[in-house]
Structures are given as structure tokens and as C-alpha cells.
């Protein structure tokens, strides 16, 4: 199936938490009538249901009340963060305060990575609130869409309309010109995608039930759609979420393809003085800048090869075809430095294009390259490419095939060197060395919880549920996931128990329901829920977890929380 980008199914292409609902509310359900034609054989000994049994039933009442909890968990930390925290980045819940970058410490870049001082977490809510928009309550319904468009108000107020003229300057900045180095991929994956999400629900691309936008085009042709209190939708947030890639693109200017790992919204990368963008002498800056200290130019895989659905997004709505080229040679630059064994690493200089560690797994610094890899092939099948042949990069790039290609290749290469079967005791995937395969580290952490979700969708539900069982039993264990595990020990390891609200175990058990229809997923579901209210609530938000064993609450709301952990929970 091929669809031009100006049709309604450039939706396909949204942030990489979003992305997943459009393709479970769209594509999955007609991806999954291949993928059940094998499920129903060979997972049929994992399915709990048995026919008249009480335990394994879910009646449309439960069903109803768990989505009214999940939508409560929600509202209980969004208005808290508009009350207590915005327009800052985040929330401190257990003080109700808001939690903005250390300006103090430039290093802190748990912090300053992510937190771009630019309403980060109402950035990352908004496509929340849209799918809330859809519920089954039409009070609810009406009380997210004005949630919604109020945020989508505030923002423009803050940010200014993303245009040129005087509408342009908000109260904060014009756009996103602040000074602040940010990582790359947090802003592009949290920020332009969160925008671009947005976007596309505010003008009726994506559906929310009962609003229908009707778009009273001006003379120009633009969008102009009238909301209530006299606001006009007219593409506000489609233009800022070019103005904040354009603020990303000079990370990008490097000899290898691969991305610099952070770039200043407002001066660029002057840190990064062997980048080619510093030898253009007709601009007067000299390759020899001075710094105060060696700036670092390892990314990881994950953080500079997922980037590229974002930015074919942003090229699909504005026919800019720059960054999807940017985008996708940054992933296929990773790729054909992938070591011996099929796999890719985890730490890479964006300059030299050498690995910086020979440690390989499936987990944090990798995980999305792998997650990218699958959905590429899947959205790049049904649009255009904008790039054409004509703008003189790799066809290769522009076949969808490829990607699939990426992920089979990598899927086998990832069991073989991996994967450990039922032969020890429970499925799971090992830490090994990126250019001889031997096993380095037994531990999985958080992150790679993703995997089975992906799995799921690419049609490997049998690997997929036996993977997901092995999380499950360490969150039953500590009413959350740690964020690494030692298989080895059965214990957590070195000491890194906490967990700050990640949403990918749900968001796999979402997937997994979706594929199968086992009610035992709603009853995962179900605990993770309850988990959370009774370990994380304060007046004032929800709390991540600083030790999952002595249920120590660290002072911080991550965005996430709000745009993907509670989005599947309210979903699944």
C-alpha cells in the first residue's frame, strides 16, 4: 500500500510513545489476522482463561472501572504539574515544586538531558489527553478535549505561534530559544514528537471521538480551525515543532552521519569544534575553537538511529524533505557499522565512527534502534518518501524492505547470541560482546521490557510471552521493575533498584493483550495499576520509586509518566 503524505494516514508517523497507540488503534488490529493464525497453536499452554472459570473472566464492569482509575491517575498528575510546576518542565511531587534544569551543574545530565526548559511535560501529555478525549464517558470525553485545547493555548501563550511576525514571541521566548544544552534524542522523541502528535489530533488527522474540526481555510490556504474561548488552531504546533528540529539539525553535522549527542536550542553545537560546520570559512569560524574543556562525542545506537520516524514525520507535513534525509542516513550509519556478530553496541563517537565499548544486549543505549528498525518498515510502507531519488541519497534508505531486513537480521542475531531458552529455567537475554558474541554480563534492565512488545508486533508471540513472563514475575516480586536484574544472582544488581515510572512493561503487556486477548494481560495490568497507587501517590503527583525493596520515593515526575505510562494503562 502506498498513500501520499497529504492524505489522513501521515498520522502514521508520530512520537515514539504515540507511534505505538496509532498502530495498535490502526494497524495492529489488521497486522495481528496473520500473526493469530499462529498464536492460537503455539501459545495455547500460556492462556489462563478456561471457560466458566470466575478468576479469568473480565466483565465490562471491571473493564470500566479500571479505565476510570487509570484516567483518575492521570488527571491526578497532570493538574497537579500545571498547578504546582508549569510552565517549568517537570514536577517534584513529594515537595510541590517544580523541578527545572541545574543551571549550578552542567554535568547533571540526568537532568539537563531531557528537561529543555520548555513545558516539557505538557508537551509530552498532550497526545494523552487526546486519547482520553475518546473515552467511554462523554463527560470524560468533554473534559479532556478542554484540557487539550486549553494546553494547546498555554503553550502557544508561552512559546509564541511558531511564526515570524509578532505572534511569533510568547511570554517565555519566541520558539524554543532558550539556552539550553539538550540530548538530541530526548527532545527529538519527548518535544518534536510530542508537537507533531498533537498536531495531527488538533486538525483532525488522528480521531478523537466527537470532535470534528471544521477547518475554515483562510485565503492563504492554511488550516483554521476555531476552538472555543475564541482560540484558532491554524498549524501552531506543526511550526513549532520545525522551529525545535531546526534547533536540533546543526547536532547532526558530522563527517560519520551520526548525530551528535546534545546541542544548545539557542547557540548550537560551538562545543563541538571539529564538527564541519565549523570549516565553512565563508561564515568566519575556525576550526581551532577554543574550549574550556574536551566536549564528549559518544551517542549510543539508540540515541542517534531513532530519530529517523520523527523526522519523515515533520518532512511528510511540511515537504521539507532535509529531515527525513538527516534521519535516516543517522540509522543506516549505525547499522553498517554493526560488529561480526550482526549486532550493534551501545556507545559510539559520533566523530570517529568507532565503538566505544564492545558490550552489545537489548537493553538501555540499543533498545529503540531495534524498536525503530521494525516500525520503520511497517510506517514507510504505507507513505511516500518526500526525499525522492532526485535529492541524491541512497534508494536503499527510502525502501521499506530494508528496515524489515534490519530487524530480521538483528532478531536472528539477538537469539542466537542473546537469547537463553527455557534451558535456564526462564527466557531471558544476556549482555555479550559486540565482536566475538561471548557472554560478558547476566543482567537485563528495565528498558529492554520494550522487547516484547516489538516481538509482538513484528508477529513473535510465542518468544514474546515467554520474555514478558520473566518481567512480570520481578514486578509481582517488587511492585515495580528494577532497573537492572541479575539473572545469575536472582537479585537486583549493583545496587540499581529503582524505578521511575518506565512505561515499558506496560506498554509490552498492552501489546500482548492486543495479539492474543488473554484476560490474564488485563489482570497485569490491573496489579501494575494498583502498584502504583499504593506506592507512588502524594497530594501533589506521583512519585518514582528510588528503591523498589524499601519503597523510597524519589522527588521527581518523570513526563513520561503522564504521556506513555498512564496512556497504555487506560488503553490496555
Known amino acids: 500500500m502506498q498513500l501520499q503524505c497529504n492524505t489522513t494516514f501521515k498520522v502514521l508517523y508520530l512520537n515514539p510513545h ?25 501459545i495455547k499452554d500460556l492462556r489462563l482463561e478456561k471457560r466458566g472459570s470466575p478468576s479469568a473472566r473480565c466483565n465490562t464492569a471491571d473493564l470500566t472501572y479500571y479505565r476510570q482509575e487509570s484516567e483518575h491517575l492521570f488527571y491526578h498528575g497532570y493538574d497537579n504539574y500545571m498547578k504546582h510546576a508549569f510552565p517549568e518542565d517537570e514536577l517534584r511531587p513529594l515537595s510541590c515544586k517544580p523541578l527545572t534544569r541545574d543551571r549550578q551543574d552542567p554535568s547533571h545530565i540526568e537532568l539537563n538531558d531531557a528537561l529543555g526548559n520548555y513545558s516539557l511535560s505538557l508537551v509530552d501529555s498532550l497526545s494523552t489527553l487526546a486519547i482520553l478525549a475518546s473515552s467511554s464517558s462523554q463527560v470524560q470525553q468533554k473534559k479532556a478535549l478542554r484540557h487539550f485545547q486549553t ?40 518535544g518534536v514528537g510530542g508537537l507533531l502528535s498533537a498536531h495531527l489530533f488538533a486538525t483532525g488527522e488522528l480521531p478523537i471521538t466527537g470532535y470534528l474540526p471544521e477547518d475554515t481555510a483562510s485565503t492563504s490556504g ?28 546543526p547536532a547532526f553535522h558530522t563527517d560519520t552521519g551520526i548525530p551528535y549527542p546534545r546541542v544548545n536550542l ?19 569560524v575556525c576550526s581551532k575553537t577554543q574550549q574550556r574543556s574536551p566536549e564528549l562525542t559518544e551517542t549510543c545506537s539508540a540515541g542517534a538511529g531513532s530519530l529517523l520516524l520523527e523526522f519523515t514525520t515533520l518532512s511528510c507535513l511540511t515537504g521539507d524533505s532535509r529531515y527525513e534525509r538527516l534521519g535516516k542516513r543517522a540509522f543506516w550509519s549505525i547499522w553498517d557499522r554493526k560488529g561480526p556478530t550482526g549486532l550493534v553496541g551501545a556507545g559510539i563517537d559520533a566523530e570517529t565512527g568507532l565503538w566505544t565499548s564492545s558490550y552489545t544486549g537489548i537493553g538501555a543505549g ?36 530494508n528496515y524489515l531486513q534490519v530487524w530480521s537480521d538483528s532478531h ?19 549482555q555479550a560482546d559486540l565482536f566475538t558474541g561471548a557472554t560478558r554480563a547476566h543482567w537485563f534492565d528495565s528498558l529492554s521490557a520494550f522487547y516484547p512488545g516489538v516481538l509482538t508486533l513484528l508477529g513473535h508471540v510465542e518468544e514474546a510471552t515467554e520474555v514478558h513472563l520473566l518481567n512480570t514475575a520481578l514486578w509481582s516480586r517488587y511492585s515495580a521493575l528494577p532497573e537492572r536484574w541479575s539473572t545469575t544472582a536472582g537479585s537486583i544488581e549493583g545496587g540499581l533498584g529503582w524505578w521511575g515510572g518506565r512505561p515499558e512493561f506496560i506498554e509490552s503487556t498492552y501489546y500482548l493483550y492486543r495479539a492474543t486477548r488473554d484476560p490474564w494481560y488485563l489482570h497485569v495490568g490491573e496489579m501494575v495499576l494498583r502498584d502504583i497507587k499504593r506506592r507512588c501517590w502524594t497530594k501533589c503527583g506521583w512519585a518514582g520509586i528510588h528503591d523498589v525493596r524499601s519503597g523510597e520515593r524519589s522527588d521527581r515526575m518523570e513526563s513520561f509518566f503522564l504521556s506513555e505510562t498512564a496512556k497504555y494503562l487506560f488503553l490496555l
Open 412 to 430: 536472528t542475531a539477538i537469539n542466537h547470541h542473546l537469547r537463553r531458552g527455557k534451558m535456564f529455567i526462564h527466557p531471558h537475554y544476556v
Open 366 to 401: 540499543i533498545d529503540s534502534f531495534y524498536e525503530y528498525a521494525g516500525k520503520a518498515y511497517i510506517l514507510l510502507s504505507a507513505v511516500n518518501s518526500t526525499s525522492a531519488l532526485t535529492d541524491g541519497f541512497s534508494h536503499m534508505w527510502d525502501m521499506p524492505g
Open 266 to 284: 539557542r547557540y548550537g553545537i560551538p562545543f563541538y569544534s571539529e564538527s564541519p560546520l565549523h570549516r565553512d570559512a565563508e561564515k568566519g
Open 151 to 190: 494546553g494547546v493555548a498555554f503553550l502557544v501563550e508561552q512559546y509564541g505561534d511558531g511564526s515570524e511576525g509578532s505572534a511569533g514571541q510568547g511570554l517565555r521566548a519566541r520558539g524554543f530559544d532558550v539556552d539550553s544544552k539538550v540530548q538530541v534524542f530526548e527532545t527529538m522523541i519527548r
Open 18 to 42: 504515540w507511534l505505538i497507540i496509532w498502530l495498535c488503534l490502526f494497524v495492529l488490529p489488521t497486522w495481528i489476522v496473520s500473526v493469530q493464525a499462529m498464536t492460537d497453536g503455539q
Open 222 to 249: 492554511s488550516t483554521s480551525i476555531q476552538w472555543p474561548q475564541g482560540f484558532v488552531y491554524n498549524g501552531q504546533l506543526l511550526r513549532l515543532a520545525r522551529d525545535l528540529a531546526d534547533r536540533l539539525v
